[in-house]
Protein backbone atom coordinates (compact mmCIF):
# COMPACT_ATOMS: atom_id res chain seq x y z
CA UNK A 1 0.00 0.00 0.00
CA UNK A 2 1.60 3.45 -1.04
CA UNK A 3 2.40 6.13 1.45
CA UNK A 4 -0.50 8.54 2.07
CA UNK A 5 1.67 11.79 1.36
CA UNK A 6 -0.86 14.01 -0.48
CA UNK A 7 -4.38 15.18 0.93
CA UNK A 8 -6.97 14.27 -1.55
CA UNK A 9 -8.43 18.21 -1.12
CA UNK A 10 -9.80 19.55 -4.17
CA UNK A 11 -11.64 23.16 -4.74
CA UNK A 12 -14.20 22.59 -7.51
CA UNK A 13 -15.93 26.07 -8.91
CA UNK A 14 -19.23 25.65 -10.47
CA UNK A 15 -20.19 28.94 -12.26
CA UNK A 16 -23.45 30.29 -14.25
CA UNK A 17 -22.24 33.16 -15.90
CA UNK A 18 -24.87 35.42 -17.35
CA UNK A 19 -25.07 38.47 -19.57
CA UNK A 20 -21.88 37.40 -21.87
CA UNK A 21 -21.19 38.58 -24.93
CA UNK A 22 -22.77 36.46 -27.40
CA UNK A 23 -20.24 37.13 -30.11
CA UNK A 24 -17.28 35.93 -27.78
CA UNK A 25 -19.39 33.03 -25.99
CA UNK A 26 -20.00 31.60 -29.97
CA UNK A 27 -16.61 31.54 -30.65
CA UNK A 28 -14.71 28.15 -30.15
CA UNK A 29 -11.49 29.97 -31.39
CA UNK A 30 -12.05 33.23 -28.49
CA UNK A 31 -14.00 30.38 -25.80
CA UNK A 32 -10.54 27.77 -26.33
CA UNK A 33 -8.31 31.09 -26.09
CA UNK A 34 -10.23 32.07 -22.84
CA UNK A 35 -10.01 28.81 -21.03
CA UNK A 36 -6.32 27.82 -21.57
CA UNK A 37 -5.28 31.66 -20.42
CA UNK A 38 -7.73 30.74 -17.61
CA UNK A 39 -5.28 27.93 -16.70
CA UNK A 40 -2.22 29.74 -17.31
CA UNK A 41 -3.40 33.13 -14.41
CA UNK A 42 -4.37 29.83 -11.99
CA UNK A 43 -0.71 28.58 -12.54
CA UNK A 44 -1.87 25.82 -13.54
CA UNK A 45 -0.14 23.17 -15.95
CA UNK A 46 -2.25 22.27 -19.16
CA UNK A 47 -2.57 18.92 -20.58
CA UNK A 48 -4.96 18.54 -23.39
CA UNK A 49 -7.27 20.91 -25.02
CA UNK A 50 -10.78 19.55 -26.34
CA UNK A 51 -12.99 22.45 -28.15
CA UNK A 52 -15.99 22.16 -30.25
CA UNK A 53 -19.01 23.48 -31.49
CA UNK A 54 -22.25 22.81 -28.98
CA UNK A 55 -25.29 22.80 -31.37
CA UNK A 56 -27.31 24.80 -31.66
CA UNK A 57 -24.97 28.10 -31.15
CA UNK A 58 -22.25 27.78 -28.32
CA UNK A 59 -19.09 25.98 -27.75
CA UNK A 60 -18.17 23.00 -25.28
CA UNK A 61 -14.84 22.42 -24.38
CA UNK A 62 -12.18 21.07 -21.45
CA UNK A 63 -8.98 21.77 -20.70
CA UNK A 64 -7.26 19.37 -18.74
CA UNK A 65 -4.56 20.62 -16.31
CA UNK A 66 -2.48 18.27 -14.41
CA UNK A 67 -4.06 19.82 -11.39
CA UNK A 68 -7.72 18.33 -12.74
CA UNK A 69 -9.59 20.47 -15.10
CA UNK A 70 -11.43 23.68 -16.61
CA UNK A 71 -14.82 22.91 -18.76
CA UNK A 72 -17.08 25.18 -20.06
CA UNK A 73 -20.46 24.95 -22.48
CA UNK A 74 -22.03 28.23 -23.50
CA UNK A 75 -25.94 29.20 -25.20
CA UNK A 76 -25.16 32.45 -26.52
CA UNK A 77 -28.62 32.81 -27.32
CA UNK A 78 -29.34 32.65 -23.46
CA UNK A 79 -25.89 35.14 -23.42
CA UNK A 80 -25.11 32.31 -20.87
CA UNK A 81 -21.85 30.39 -20.05
CA UNK A 82 -21.29 27.98 -17.97
CA UNK A 83 -17.97 26.81 -16.41
CA UNK A 84 -16.30 24.73 -13.74
CA UNK A 85 -12.62 24.54 -12.67
CA UNK A 86 -11.49 21.51 -10.52
CA UNK A 87 -7.91 21.91 -9.18
CA UNK A 88 -6.30 20.20 -6.60
CA UNK A 89 -3.10 20.94 -5.31
CA UNK A 90 -1.56 24.37 -2.82
CA UNK A 91 0.20 25.59 -6.06
CA UNK A 92 -2.41 27.24 -7.96
CA UNK A 93 -5.17 29.57 -7.42
CA UNK A 94 -8.09 28.78 -9.06
CA UNK A 95 -9.87 31.67 -8.68
CA UNK A 96 -7.80 33.75 -10.36
CA UNK A 97 -8.34 31.77 -13.59
CA UNK A 98 -11.96 31.70 -13.03
CA UNK A 99 -12.60 35.75 -12.45
CA UNK A 100 -10.56 36.43 -15.63
CA UNK A 101 -12.41 33.62 -17.59
CA UNK A 102 -16.16 35.37 -16.10
CA UNK A 103 -14.92 39.01 -17.61
CA UNK A 104 -13.35 37.60 -20.71
CA UNK A 105 -16.71 36.09 -21.67
CA UNK A 106 -17.97 40.15 -20.83
CA UNK A 107 -20.60 38.35 -18.13
CA UNK A 108 -22.55 40.98 -15.87
CA UNK A 109 -23.14 38.56 -13.15
CA UNK A 110 -22.33 35.23 -12.09
CA UNK A 111 -23.84 32.65 -9.42
CA UNK A 112 -20.59 30.54 -8.10
CA UNK A 113 -20.52 27.34 -6.23
CA UNK A 114 -17.00 26.50 -4.37
CA UNK A 115 -16.98 22.55 -3.47
CA UNK A 116 -14.35 21.54 -1.34
CA UNK A 117 -13.49 17.68 -1.97
CA UNK A 118 -12.21 15.09 -0.45
CA UNK A 119 -12.87 15.95 3.58
CA UNK A 120 -12.60 13.49 5.30
CA UNK A 121 -12.73 12.87 9.28
CA UNK A 122 -9.68 10.34 8.84
CA UNK A 123 -11.67 7.64 8.22
CA UNK A 124 -10.88 7.58 4.19
CA UNK A 125 -14.80 8.22 3.82
CA UNK A 126 -14.87 11.26 1.70
CA UNK A 127 -17.66 13.89 1.41
CA UNK A 128 -17.66 17.61 0.46
CA UNK A 129 -19.14 20.79 1.37
CA UNK A 130 -20.27 23.63 -0.36
CA UNK A 131 -20.89 27.77 -0.42
CA UNK A 132 -22.57 29.69 -2.80
CA UNK A 133 -22.38 33.63 -4.03
CA UNK A 134 -23.38 36.14 -6.54
CA UNK A 135 -20.40 37.75 -7.83
CA UNK A 136 -21.58 41.31 -9.85
CA UNK A 137 -19.35 42.34 -12.42
CA UNK A 138 -20.11 46.22 -13.33
CA UNK A 139 -18.87 48.90 -15.02
CA UNK A 140 -16.59 51.11 -12.84
CA UNK B 1 -29.87 36.65 -32.77
CA UNK B 2 -30.67 33.40 -33.27
CA UNK B 3 -34.07 31.42 -31.87
CA UNK B 4 -34.14 30.02 -28.14
CA UNK B 5 -34.59 26.42 -29.12
CA UNK B 6 -32.90 24.37 -26.38
CA UNK B 7 -32.98 25.59 -22.67
CA UNK B 8 -29.82 25.57 -21.13
CA UNK B 9 -30.82 22.81 -17.92
CA UNK B 10 -28.21 21.09 -17.36
CA UNK B 11 -27.77 18.18 -14.62
CA UNK B 12 -24.04 17.69 -12.76
CA UNK B 13 -23.16 15.16 -9.94
CA UNK B 14 -20.57 15.56 -7.92
CA UNK B 15 -18.95 12.39 -6.83
CA UNK B 16 -16.61 11.90 -4.09
CA UNK B 17 -16.80 7.36 -3.86
CA UNK B 18 -14.82 6.24 -0.80
CA UNK B 19 -13.84 2.24 -0.43
CA UNK B 20 -12.94 1.61 -4.12
CA UNK B 21 -10.63 -0.82 -5.03
CA UNK B 22 -6.86 0.70 -5.54
CA UNK B 23 -6.01 -1.93 -7.90
CA UNK B 24 -9.23 -0.78 -10.31
CA UNK B 25 -8.43 3.24 -9.89
CA UNK B 26 -4.56 2.84 -9.90
CA UNK B 27 -4.92 1.80 -13.58
CA UNK B 28 -4.83 4.14 -16.05
CA UNK B 29 -6.49 1.99 -18.95
CA UNK B 30 -9.37 0.48 -16.45
CA UNK B 31 -9.86 4.04 -15.08
CA UNK B 32 -10.37 5.16 -18.94
CA UNK B 33 -12.51 1.87 -20.00
CA UNK B 34 -14.57 2.69 -16.89
CA UNK B 35 -15.69 5.81 -17.48
CA UNK B 36 -15.69 5.48 -21.52
CA UNK B 37 -18.03 2.73 -20.66
CA UNK B 38 -20.42 4.82 -18.14
CA UNK B 39 -21.05 7.28 -21.09
CA UNK B 40 -22.05 4.72 -23.52
CA UNK B 41 -24.37 3.55 -20.59
CA UNK B 42 -25.86 6.94 -20.35
CA UNK B 43 -26.33 7.08 -23.63
CA UNK B 44 -23.96 10.01 -24.39
CA UNK B 45 -22.13 9.80 -27.21
CA UNK B 46 -17.98 10.66 -26.71
CA UNK B 47 -15.43 13.02 -28.39
CA UNK B 48 -12.54 12.53 -27.16
CA UNK B 49 -10.97 10.96 -23.81
CA UNK B 50 -7.96 12.04 -22.24
CA UNK B 51 -6.61 10.46 -19.46
CA UNK B 52 -3.07 9.79 -17.96
CA UNK B 53 -1.34 9.00 -14.45
CA UNK B 54 -2.38 11.40 -11.87
CA UNK B 55 0.78 11.94 -9.03
CA UNK B 56 1.78 10.24 -6.94
CA UNK B 57 -0.16 6.77 -7.33
CA UNK B 58 -3.70 8.24 -9.35
CA UNK B 59 -5.30 8.62 -12.68
CA UNK B 60 -6.98 11.69 -14.18
CA UNK B 61 -9.56 11.50 -16.88
CA UNK B 62 -12.11 13.43 -19.15
CA UNK B 63 -14.08 11.98 -21.23
CA UNK B 64 -15.79 14.70 -23.85
CA UNK B 65 -19.04 14.48 -24.79
CA UNK B 66 -21.87 15.47 -26.80
CA UNK B 67 -23.70 16.42 -23.61
CA UNK B 68 -21.04 17.72 -21.65
CA UNK B 69 -18.42 15.67 -19.86
CA UNK B 70 -17.42 13.02 -17.29
CA UNK B 71 -14.11 13.21 -15.42
CA UNK B 72 -12.40 11.32 -12.85
CA UNK B 73 -9.40 11.55 -10.28
CA UNK B 74 -8.26 9.08 -8.35
CA UNK B 75 -6.21 8.70 -4.99
CA UNK B 76 -5.69 4.84 -4.74
CA UNK B 77 -3.93 5.72 -1.51
CA UNK B 78 -6.86 6.42 0.29
CA UNK B 79 -9.15 4.13 -1.91
CA UNK B 80 -10.98 7.07 -3.33
CA UNK B 81 -12.20 8.45 -6.42
CA UNK B 82 -13.71 11.65 -7.66
CA UNK B 83 -15.67 12.21 -10.21
CA UNK B 84 -18.50 14.47 -12.17
CA UNK B 85 -21.05 13.93 -14.67
CA UNK B 86 -22.11 16.61 -16.68
CA UNK B 87 -24.60 16.36 -18.80
CA UNK B 88 -27.13 18.89 -21.16
CA UNK B 89 -30.79 17.67 -22.94
CA UNK B 90 -32.75 15.31 -22.58
CA UNK B 91 -31.63 12.23 -24.73
CA UNK B 92 -28.89 11.04 -21.90
CA UNK B 93 -29.81 9.31 -18.40
CA UNK B 94 -26.37 10.51 -16.01
CA UNK B 95 -27.21 8.51 -13.25
CA UNK B 96 -27.29 5.57 -14.78
CA UNK B 97 -23.40 6.10 -16.22
CA UNK B 98 -22.75 6.82 -12.43
CA UNK B 99 -23.72 4.08 -10.81
CA UNK B 100 -22.33 2.10 -13.14
CA UNK B 101 -18.78 4.08 -12.37
CA UNK B 102 -18.93 4.09 -9.53
CA UNK B 103 -19.42 0.45 -8.66
CA UNK B 104 -16.64 -0.65 -10.87
CA UNK B 105 -14.40 1.50 -8.86
CA UNK B 106 -15.32 -1.11 -6.34
CA UNK B 107 -16.47 1.39 -3.94
CA UNK B 108 -18.46 0.77 -1.20
CA UNK B 109 -20.19 4.59 -0.05
CA UNK B 110 -20.24 7.25 -2.29
CA UNK B 111 -21.32 10.93 -1.11
CA UNK B 112 -23.22 12.55 -4.27
CA UNK B 113 -24.50 16.01 -4.93
CA UNK B 114 -27.08 17.06 -8.04
CA UNK B 115 -26.71 19.96 -9.34
CA UNK B 116 -29.39 21.23 -11.60
CA UNK B 117 -27.23 23.82 -13.65
CA UNK B 118 -29.02 26.96 -16.11
CA UNK B 119 -32.20 27.54 -13.82
CA UNK B 120 -33.75 30.78 -14.34
CA UNK B 121 -36.48 32.74 -13.90
CA UNK B 122 -37.11 34.05 -17.83
CA UNK B 123 -35.16 36.56 -17.27
CA UNK B 124 -31.46 35.21 -18.55
CA UNK B 125 -29.84 35.85 -15.09
CA UNK B 126 -28.89 31.70 -14.77
CA UNK B 127 -28.64 30.31 -10.98
CA UNK B 128 -28.49 26.48 -9.86
CA UNK B 129 -29.56 24.61 -6.78
CA UNK B 130 -28.61 21.32 -5.51
CA UNK B 131 -29.71 18.38 -3.29
CA UNK B 132 -27.13 15.88 -1.68
CA UNK B 133 -27.39 12.66 -0.31
CA UNK B 134 -25.29 9.33 0.35
CA UNK B 135 -25.28 6.14 -1.84
CA UNK B 136 -24.15 2.88 -0.03
CA UNK B 137 -23.19 0.01 -2.54
CA UNK B 138 -23.20 -3.28 -0.01
CA UNK B 139 -22.76 -6.82 -1.06
CA UNK B 140 -26.19 -8.20 -1.66
Redesign the interface.
Known sequence: ??????K?I?H?Y?V????CD?KIIASVEKVQQILVKAAEISGAQV??V?F?KF???GV?G?V?I?E??I?T?T??????G?M?F?T?GDNVDPEKGLFYAVEAFGAS?S?I?E?T??L?EGD?????S?VTWEEDFGED
Chains 1, 2 share one sequence.
Do not use: L, Q
Request: charged share 15%.
Open positions: MPKKIHPGHIEASGPWSSSPPYSVVSSHSHWPEYNYADYCTHTIRGDDVFYHF
